[in-house]
């Protein structure tokens, strides 16, 4: 089970932090990842962590150099860092987990496990 905490309403600029803990399950062998879908769109990769973490994260385009991906397995957890946030950030945001050796950490059909989602709201 994947529960994801922090989201919210915040002005364009801002910022905010996301958690997704992880509980029934130790995820410190997966791979974890943020996908988030706003209204009327497809979901979308935002960013993702390997299970080995440190360096190895990998970001869309759009949202690089202000949103920054981490996490602390001893707390089962994988974390969002969202800075500098732009309206078209709107969307809730999903955590997801999967199991390493897929084919491709953007790809949405590679995570098993998903969290609820929780509500970023970027005013301008």
């Known amino acids: 089970l994947l529960v994801e905490s922090g989201g919210g309403l915040v002005q364009a600029g801002g910022s905010l932090r996301l958690s997704c803990t992880a509980s029934?399950?130790?995820?410190?062998?997966?791979?974890m990842a943020w996908f988030r879908q706003a209204p009327g769109k497809e979901r979308e990769f935002v960013a993702a962590?390997?299970?080995?973490?440190?360096?190895?994260?990998y970001y869309t385009d759009s949202v690089k150099g202000r949103l920054s991906i981490s996490r602390d397995n001893a707390e089962n957890t994988v974390y969002l860092q969202m800075n500098s946030l732009k309206p078209e950030d709107t969307a809730v945001y999903y955590c997801?987990?999967?199991?390493?050796?897929?084919?491709?950490?953007?790809?949405?059909?590679?995570?098993?496990?998903w969290g609820q989602g929780t509500q970023v709201t970027v005013s301008s």
């Open positions: 962590i390997l299970w080995s973490g440190g360096s190895n994260t």
């Open positions: 029934g399950r130790t995820f410190s062998s997966y791979d």
């Open positions: 997801a987990a999967a199991i390493p050796g897929g084919s491709s950490v953007y790809a949405s059909y590679e995570y098993t496990f």
